[in-house]
């Protein structure tokens, strides 16, 4: 992630840079753009009523948590907010021109000619069966920018701009042939093809690691100095930080709060802000567990041992000779409402303990006790209700929910499997939603319309359904942003607080194990190097390799703000 | 017809360890190993018919036709039947693979040649039959992608009768219709390119339907993925966003399906040929099978099993052509 340096954030210089004032023109002006979708019978407003402005040569952001509307906001501004999309405003001008007036041809003649588009390379932002030079062609072809027989020419010259390295050849490969951060670019390419005025980049850096990531944004932080105007969206207000010159915060389909991107960096006035400022910044982390913390929940026998494995050993034959010692040794205990961190580098084994504590996996020595069984000993229908009280969420939800099915049937599911009477069901899935903080409107919705926190909050709900002892979690949180992060996290707590359901969170990221773990082992290499309670192994790590984890997490060691801990605090 | 056969035996052995790794031609290659496999199988299937059938393989071969003993000695001679069984099926082998079908003396003509005149019909029929399907399926997915939910559903209501419907019914309808009161067409005969269109309608209904179906389902789907929008905020129009991007990821589930059609198709042109009285390989084959008319039989078996093996290379073909992520995936 990039580190926020608020003095650089206005791109240098003391004047004002507000929107509203100056000599710049103003190319787009919206006021009061309210979006709605009609899902089923409900009508939601995704956007409920934001104001903004952008001159050329101006770099506007807007900053906003997954689900916020801000995306919605800028397909909205080329017409493609979607079917079923309801867009009014009391302004929506670009140019002169009344957007809320244009349809059909008069769209496409704008879009990709006035305004172009970037979208985050989700996978796919590229059609994957044809050539990249076909792709950066588009715009040109349809718009007539330069004759036809110097498209060719003219796609290397754009993919050469974009910060291409040897047009030419990348003009002639498929996008899955090319690393993320050159699709982004070829991307950017192809939305500046016809030389818009206006650029919209819906969160164009996302998947890109930190230096690339910087480069992308110094490619359209030259754009705007050129004169283009840039809208852009993202979640992460250290990156908009970096080019923005006036920012916008969103929250729940309105703007909570906007001004100059260092003012709004230095002294956020909203909450909500300064979760933002202080996600950027690195410090959203809560004080860590453990200690004297008794275990939570109502379980009438707190501290009761759970799930328990004794000297666990799996090894994994490699192709041709020899077998890999993928976990060696491993005893864990995990009891009633407590969670148990497992902390290591990828590669170290935590994922294949997982799998071997559900009963995934069969150990080639050592037992896993669930309840006081042992999983291998337990046969047929015994061992499927031992499997209902062992659960998982995964890293990426999405891929361990049948696409087809809506949130109703994805928790009916388990409970139908118990054979939960049809009345008796329905409660079972409000109260599941209940616990996870999750709307009732979410139920008629397919994982695919969700946003990543409220996935991640439906995985967590499927994974209380059937009234398990234990949840393992392997990274639940590492694909979330930031301020997500955090709440998903809270709601483990939360729900781990009311149900007293123990954890085995496997992750990486020591400020995560550090903020939800009660106890925490450190693996490496398939061995346990260091185990114990969490504030003892963080503040005092014995082991050479535990101090050489912590020691390279900066952002747990290194001073943000000191308003930014005090803010983070609160509980 | 002797190159077909002869064709992936002998390059199976040339291909050898490939050189190239990527490529269509190893994918060729390896494809002609696999289907000379597969049409070995049918030959030694087909020499396995021979010996079960009841009878002697000579009589079995002659068909009970009245013929000569010079002639019974010549069989015997050539398919070398006097001999113990493996030598039996080697020389098989080897007069297949070197295209010798020998006579079939129920029409009193080498096999090759009765096939041979007969084939250009079916063939033709089975073109047409295909090129109406490609073209009316793509046309007709297109049209019913709609984003309206009734427009949908009765598409594929229609396309769930038609499916329903047995060919010959359909071409019994068709010449009532177009033939017998409308005279549009004529009702039978096949020399005429007037003549094809009412058989190639037969014909073709069913698998447009079938086709339509998966083409509009990958067209919904392909619709849905995140390029389409950034393709539309180029400022496309919906009908290039079709043809140019979103129809040839639709296309890539259907050449798999096509390839089946494709293949079944001889077997369909049975049933058309005989209700408009078309000349063709369908008559043959009946004709063949009422009068044991082994040597016919077989040729058209293990020529249905190579039009089969070539379908399937040219689908793998196109798919390497169409899905450049493909390309890869067979190194």
């Known amino acids: ?571 | 017809m002797a190159g077909v056969l002869k064709a992936p035996a002998a390059e199976a052995v040339a291909a050898g360890p490939p050189r190239r790794r990527t490529g269509p031609a190893r994918l060729v290659l390896v494809r002609v190993a696999a289907s000379a496999a597969v049409l070995w199988g049918a030959v030694t299937a087909t020499f396995c018919l021979l010996q079960v059938m009841p009878g002697g393989t000579a009589d079995v071969l002659l068909a009970r036709s009245a013929v000569t003993p010079e002639v019974r000695d010549r069989i015997i001679a050539e398919y070398r039947l006097d001999d113990p069984l493996a030598a039996q099926y080697l020389a098989y082998l080897g007069r297949i693979a070197r295209g010798e079908f020998g006579d079939s003396y129920v029409l009193r003509r080498p096999v090759w040649d009765a096939i041979g005149s007969q084939l250009p019909h079916t063939l033709l029929l089975v073109l047409a039959t295909l090129l109406v399907t490609l073209v009316a399926s793509v046309l007709l997915a297109v049209v019913s992608a709609h984003r309206r939910r009734w427009v949908r559903s009765s598409f594929s209501a229609a396309e769930s009768l038609v499916v329903a419907l047995p060919p010959f019914w359909l071409g019994l309808l068709l010449l009532t219709v177009f033939s017998f009161n409308l005279h549009w067409f004529p009702a039978i005969g096949s020399s005429s390119l007037s003549g094809l269109v009412l058989p190639t309608a037969a014909l073709a209904a069913g698998p447009v339907a079938v086709m339509t179906g998966v083409l509009r389902d990958g067209l919904l789907r392909a619709l849905e993925e995140p390029f389409v929008v950034t393709a539309r905020s180029r400022g496309i129009g919906e009908l290039a966003l079709r043809l140019r991007h979103v129809l040839r990821h639709a296309l890539l589930p259907a050449t798999t399906l096509l390839g089946w059609i494709a293949g079944s198709l001889i077997g369909g042109a049975v049933i058309i040929e005989i209700v408009f009285s078309r000349q063709g390989i369908g008559r043959m084959v009946l004709f063949a099978v009422e009068n044991k008319d082994m040597p016919v039989v077989i040729a058209i078996v293990l020529l249905t099993a190579a039009v089969f093996v070539l379908v399937n290379i040219a689908v793998d073909i196109l798919v390497w052509m169409i899905d450049p992520r493909t390309r890869e995936a067979g190194s």
Not at chain 1, 53 to 81: C, D, H, M, P, Y
Not at chain 1, 87 to 115: C, N, T
Not at chain 1, 143 to 167: M, Q
Not at chain 1, 185 to 190: E, F, K, P, T
Request: aromatic share 4%; glycine share 12%.
């Open chain 1, 1 to 571: 992630m990039s580190p926020v340096v608020p003095e650089n954030a206005a791109g240098g210089g003391e004047t004002d840079m507000s929107p509203a004032s100056g000599d710049t023109e103003e190319l787009l002006s919206v006021r009061d753009l309210v979006v709605g979708f009609a899902t089923g019978r409900e009508y939601v407003d995704a956007v409920r009523g934001v104001s903004f402005q952008i001159g050329r040569g101006q770099v506007v952001a807007i900053v906003g948590e997954s689900g916020s509307g801000k995306s919605v906001t800028a397909r909205s501004l080329v017409g493609l907010a979607g079917d079923g999309a309801g867009v009014r405003a009391e302004e929506l001008a670009f140019d002169g021109l009344d957007l809320r007036q244009v349809r059909g041809r008069r769209w496409r003649a704008l879009r990709g000619r006035r305004i172009g588009f970037v979208l985050q390379d989700a996978l796919g932002s590229l059609d994957p069966l044809r050539r990249v030079g076909a792709e950066v062609a588009e715009p040109l072809r349809e718009h007539r920018i330069v004759p036809a027989g110097e498209t060719g020419a003219e796609v290397v010259r754009l993919l050469g701009s974009a910060g291409v390295p040897l047009p030419e050849s990348r003009a002639r490969q498929y996008s899955h042939e090319m690393s993320g951060g050159l699709r982004q670019r070829a991307l950017i390419a192809s939305a500046l093809a016809a030389r818009p005025d206006l650029l919209i980049a819906d969160e164009p850096t996302t998947a890109l690691d930190a230096t690339v990531q910087r480069q992308v944004l110094r490619l359209l932080r030259d754009r705007a100095d050129n004169g283009t105007a840039i809208l852009l969206i993202s979640h992460d207000l250290g990156v908009v930080a970096e080019i923005a010159d006036h920012v916008y915060v969103m929250k729940d389909g309105r703007f909570v709060e906007n001004g100059p991107a260092r003012m709004v960096l230095r002294t956020p006035s909203h909450p909500y802000t300064r979760i933002l400022v202080a996600a950027a910044l690195g410090q959203g982390r809560g004080p860590a567990r453990g200690g004297d913390a008794a275990p939570a929940g109502p379980d009438p026998d707190p501290g009761r041992v759970v799930l328990r494995a004794d000297g666990l050993v799996k090894r994994y034959r490699l192709p041709g000779r020899g077998a890999f010692t993928a976990v060696d040794e491993v005893s864990v205990e995990v009891r009633a409402g407590e969670t148990l961190g497992i902390v290591g580098e990828s590669g170290s084994g935590k994922t294949t303990v997982g799998r071997l504590l559900l009963g995934l996996v069969a150990p080639d020595a050592g037992r896993v006790e669930v309840n006081g069984r042992l999983w291998n000993e337990l046969r047929g229908p015994e061992r499927r209700t031992a499997r209902r009280r062992v659960q998982m969420i995964y890293q990426h939800p999405l891929a361990s929910f049948d696409p087809r099915y809506t949130a109703r049937q994805l928790l009916e599911e388990p409970l139908r499997a118990e054979r939960v009477p049809g009345a008796e069901r329905a409660r079972r899935v409000a109260e599941l939603l209940e616990h996870v903080g999750l709307g009732d409107e979410v139920l008629r919705r397919r994982a695919r319309e969700l946003s990543g926190g409220q996935r991640q909050r439906l995985a967590i709900a499927r994974a209380l359904a059937p009234r398990p002892d234990v949840i393992i979690c392997d990274e639940p949180v590492s694909a979330l942003d930031a301020s997500i992060q955090a709440q998903v996290l809270d709601v483990l707590a939360d729900v781990q607080e009311r149900l007293g359901v123990a954890y085995v969170f496997i992750s990486h990221d020591l400020g995560v194990i550090r903020r939800i773990s009660h106890e925490v082992v450190v693996m490496k290499d398939g061995r346990v190097v260091e185990s114990g309670d969490i504030r003892k192994v963080f503040e005092a790590p014995e082991h050479q390799y535990t101090k050489a984890l912590l020691d390279a997490v900066p952002r747990l060691h290194g001073a943000g703000p000191a308003g930014a801990q005090a803010i983070l605090n609160p509980r």
